[in-house]
């Protein structure tokens, strides 16, 4: 089992800048890679990156890629999304997930994550 609690959103300009994180509880977080998903009012939930258990392997949407940088520290538990150069379509409440099995297709999906967090909004105003 593992439990996840996302932080950092919040709100800010075009231009500006967060850093979410997502700790997570459980023996097995190392083993798990781990995905940022976001989900705008009236969309569906949308890849946003990913990262391989080791860390190393990172794959992002067209949309957030040169902007948004993910990243893991197995020895913290905790999964990050540095996000820069922010706009107004980014804002979405953001979601981290864990996923046991993985591959640079699969982690892409929804489906393939076994854990979610709660959730964290962010909002980029114009």
């Known amino acids: 089992q593992v439990q996840l609690v996302e932080s950092g959103g919040g709100l800010v300009q075009a231009g500006g800048s967060l850093r979410l994180s997502c700790a997570a509880s459980g023996r097995t977080f190392s083993t798990n890679a781990m995905g940022w998903f976001r989900q705008a009012p009236g969309k569906e939930r949308e890849f946003v990156a990913t990262i391989s258990s080791n860390g190393g392997a990172t794959f992002y949407a067209d949309s957030v890629r040169g902007r948004f940088a993910i990243s893991r520290d197995n020895a913290k538990n905790t999964v990050s999304l540095q996000m820069n150069s922010l706009k107004p379509e980014d804002t979405a409440v953001y979601y981290c997930?864990?996923?046991?099995?993985?591959?640079?297709?699969?982690?892409?999906?929804?489906?393939?994550?076994?854990?979610w967090g709660q959730g964290t909004q962010v909002t980029v105003s114009s």
């Open positions: 997930a864990a996923a046991a099995t993985w591959s640079a297709l699969s982690g892409r999906t929804k489906n393939a994550y076994n854990y």
